[in-house]
């Protein structure tokens, strides 16, 4: 089918420039794409290759496949199982399960239903000693037999090691087959694969190197110790050496090799010793509103019910006015220095102090969202959501008693005795609400049928006013991301592959609600006192400025819609092929590259300052409402901003009279 590139006409009336097509025969291609996490949600990988499945069938339609493992309770709850509609896909299935491994294949029920090849590990572990052997022979990698996740990843690669091998044999010449591999655990079908000279591009993506995640946990001083580290002995001390060998591998095999962020790359380069051919940064599928007042009412109407998730929750103790609260949240992996809990927690001690000296009048409320291992939920906790439901029941029902006694009264021609309207029972009832409980705050998970707070993540996201994410290791940061396309502002930093993105491709991302720390060249005291700062801006907007960075922050989304992001795959894809098959495909290495950006400009009614400012929307006001003398129109905005979107640059370049950091890829 043909390459299409056009954006919709849901995109702002195409807010971005359309680029060029790389114009690959995908007719004449298979695509291949492997990860552990295909129909598996274990980590963000999932997201990735979830919400990037539709662009990718919309190219390749019926040659796009997806492998990974089997299991069956997500088979049975995910997939629709059908017949391979290619005969040669098959045949290779068929060489496999002739010799008693299992292969399932379907339609994975997600947005674009792709093709799914999934490999049932546990009836092919008897070959496990033989592979070991088999890898051990091809690359000196040897595994424990107590790693079973390392084991599990050798079957499956082997198993789709084999399954090229079969296929390749019965396509012959053509059509030509490209295979991309995620992370560490898929390294293995690639490393077999290319020993074996198995006929086809290939390429490697990591989404974090293994040792970078364990440095980083375990509180060291990674980015200014990128060149000092012995590699070998971390991963050693750390049992991991035999994973790491199978990931560097897997780099130093593939044709092109990808990683999702500008400061994976640096770290990549460090660890695995092998600089990134391209960057291939994360997206998501957008979906835009036909008009701009349909987020804005989806925040009122969310944060309305965070709301009154607050009334109950801090029930006996709620001596702040909803009306001047805003609600801020960090959410991710229990993992407190890497997802920069630390410094949240220290930046809000400080927050809370600037608000009194200031005597600010505004509350903040913040949620930690992070799942950890709990046995039930807090009674207390429910207990508060339960008075707090018991309350607004008995005040409906005294409503309810109250206006059919002031509509009897009336209808006699008399004004009521408002002492009289409510009687002893009715007091007693109120008071017996009032007196029923205190609250402790517990942090939960989220979800539509939680007893405490029933909100789906999206919908809890919508409702809030900023998301917080300090981290400190986060190669993409996918979190900031959602927050973007739902049009809330977010704090990210500036090594998160999303902040160095969105550093690159806006002029002034505070003004579009997207608030950088600088954790990578800044101590940790100056780290901490810009987060303050920025918060501490932040509470100060009015509710009208508010609303305006809200409608700036979601134009940014379609800077992360798969449609846009989808390039820097095709880039890749087309690299790999030229360099596995450079008789029948040509892409000049020294040449320019196609996988291009835009630039944002700073929003045309911000006021122009001498340097970003951290408080980048119209002027202050104290008063906590609509009258705003500061002349705003979206659409006019939106028009201008559109019309001064920078020419096209090459992501990766080092702007002129900047140096590169140490390590710095710039690809």
């Given at each position: 089918m043909p390459l299409s590139r056009s954006l919709s006409m849901t995109s702002l009336?195409?807010?971005?420039?359309?680029?060029?097509?790389d114009e690959l025969p995908v007719e004449d291609l298979l695509l291949f794409e492997v990860a552990w996490e295909v129909t598996n949600k274990v980590g963000g990988i999932y997201t990735v290759i979830?919400?990037?499945?539709?662009?990718?069938?919309?190219?390749?339609?019926e040659n796009y496949y997806l492998m990974g493992p089997y299991f069956e309770h997500n088979f049975k709850t995910q997939v629709e199982g059908c017949a391979p509609p290619n005969s040669v896909v098959q045949k290779a299935m068929d060489a496999l399960t002739n010799n008693g491994c299992q292969v399932h294949f379907g339609r994975w029920l997600i947005e674009g239903s792709p093709y799914v090849i999934l490999f049932?590990?546990?009836?092919?572990?008897?070959?496990?000693?033989?592979?070991?052997?088999?890898?051990?022979?091809?690359?000196?990698?040897?595994?424990?037999?107590?790693?079973?996740?390392?084991n599990d990843s050798l079957i499956l690669g082997s198993l789709i090691a084999w399954f090229f091998k079969e296929l390749t044999d019965h396509l012959g010449d053509k059509p030509n087959v490209i295979s991309h591999f995620h992370e560490w655990q898929a390294g293995p079908g690639l490393i077999l694969s290319r020993s074996r000279n198995i006929p086809m591009a290939t390429v490697f993506t990591t989404h974090a190197t293994l040792l970078g995640r364990y440095l980083c946990a375990g509180n060291v001083d990674f980015y200014n110790n990128l060149d000092k580290f012995n590699i070998d002995k971390e991963a050693g001390e750390r049992q991991i050496y035999h994973r790491y060998c199978l990931e560097r591998a897997a780099v130093h095999c593939t044709h092109v090799f990808t990683t999702v962020s500008q400061i994976t790359a640096v770290e990549a380069n460090h660890m695995l010793h092998r600089k990134p051919d391209v960057v291939t940064p994360n997206g998501l599928n957008v979906k835009k509103f036909s008009a701009m007042h349909e987020f804005q009412n989806l925040h009122s109407t969310n944060k309305t019910r965070i709301q009154e998730f607050v009334r109950g929750h801090f029930y006996g103790h709620l001596d702040f006015s909803l009306d001047k609260t805003l609600f801020f949240f960090i959410a991710g992996r229990y993992e407190f220095s890497n997802k920069g809990a630390d410094i949240f927690l220290e930046s809000l001690s400080r927050l809370n102090y600037l608000l009194r000296v200031h005597?600010?009048?505004?509350?903040?409320?913040?949620?930690?969202?992070?799942p950890a291992k709990t046995n039930n939920f807090n009674v207390e906790s429910l207990k508060g959501q339960a008075v707090r439901k018991q309350l607004w029941d008995t005040a409906h029902a005294v409503k309810e008693k109250f206006g059919k006694k002031l509509y009897e009264s009336l209808l006699t021609g008399q004004i009521p005795d408002m002492n009289t309207i409510l009687d002893r029972d009715d007091l007693t009832i109120m008071k017996r609400a009032i007196y029923a409980t205190q609250i402790i705050f517990h942090p939960e998970f989220l979800s539509s049928t939680s007893p405490l707070l029933p909100m789906d993540y999206e919908d809890f996201v919508r409702g809030c006013n900023l998301g917080v994410f300090p981290s400190y290791y986060e190669p993409w940061g996918y979190t900031p991301g959602e927050c973007t396309v739902m049009g809330i502002p977010s704090v990210t930093t500036n090594l998160s592959g999303f902040g160095c993105f969105m550093e690159e491709h806006v002029s002034d991302p505070a003004a579009y609600g997207i608030y950088i720390v600088d954790r990578r060249f800044k101590s940790a005291e100056e780290s901490c006192n810009q987060l303050t700062q920025f918060m501490f801006s932040f509470c100060q907007q009015s509710r009208r400025q508010r609303i305006i960075q809200r409608n700036r922050t979601e134009r940014l989304s379609d800077l992360l819609d798969w449609r846009y992001l989808g390039q820097f795959y095709t880039q890749a894809r087309h690299l790999a092929l030229s360099r596995s098959f450079p008789d029948k495909f040509k892409m000049d290495p020294k040449g320019p590259r196609k996988a291009e950006g835009f630039r944002y400009p700073r929003p045309s009614s911000v006021p122009p300052s001498p340097s970003p400012s951290l408080h980048s929307t119209?002027?202050?006001?104290?008063?906590?409402?609509?009258?705003?003398?500061?002349?705003?129109?979206?659409?006019?905005?939106?028009?201008?901003?559109?019309?001064?979107?920078?020419?096209?640059?090459?992501?990766?370049?080092?702007?002129?009279?900047?140096?590169?950091?140490?390590?710095?890829?710039?690809?």
């Open positions: 009336s195409g807010l971005l420039p359309a680029w060029e097509d979830q919400s990037k499945a539709k662009v990718t069938v919309d190219e390749w339609g049932d590990i546990s009836s092919a572990a008897w070959n496990l000693d033989r592979w070991k052997g088999d890898l051990w022979d091809t690359c000196q990698i040897g595994l424990p037999y107590h790693d079973r996740e390392a005597r600010n009048d505004m509350t903040v409320v913040v949620f930690f969202i992070m119209p002027h202050h006001s104290d008063v906590e409402d609509d009258d705003d003398d500061e002349p705003y129109n979206e659409e006019d905005e939106a028009e201008r901003d559109r019309l001064n979107i920078k020419a096209p640059f090459v992501l990766g370049a080092v702007p002129e009279g900047k140096k590169k950091q140490p390590g710095e890829s710039g690809n």
